[in-house]
């Protein structure tokens, strides 16, 4: 079983910055891929960013520029650092982590969510 923990959520204003933590424990593959995801109310869950164990980073459109994800591998933690907020960034934020293990058994987990809200 894997567990991921989130921190780093909070309110803050239009252009401010936040960082987002995930912290993932128990039985891990070293070939991972750990992402962002986000989930609006009324909205489906969509991808933020995401970044392989090889350190590849994949974004969504929309926060091209503006956001960044970055790991530390060793400690399976993944960040998001989130700059020049907009009010459509406001949602639950959520991490998680996929992997496959022996057999090729494909495994997924997601973190409790942390909120993030900007006020205009």
């Known amino acids: 079983q894997v567990q991921l923990m989130e921190s780093g959520g909070g309110l803050v204003q239009a252009g401010g910055s936040l960082r987002l933590s995930c912290a993932a424990s128990g039985v891990i593959f070293s070939s991972n891929t750990m992402a962002w995801y986000l989930q609006a109310p009324g909205k489906q869950r969509e991808l933020v960013a995401a970044?392989?164990?090889?350190?590849?980073?994949n974004y969504a459109d929309s926060v091209k520029g503006r956001f960044t994800i970055s790991r530390d591998s060793a400690k399976n933690t993944v960040y998001l650092q989130m700059n020049t907020l907009k009010p459509e960034d406001t949602a639950v934020y959520y991490c998680n982590i996929e992997f496959a293990g022996y057999g090729g058994v494909w495994y997924d987990y997601w973190g409790q969510g942390t909120q993030v809200t900007v006020s205009s």
């Open positions: 970044m392989t164990s090889g350190g590849i980073p």
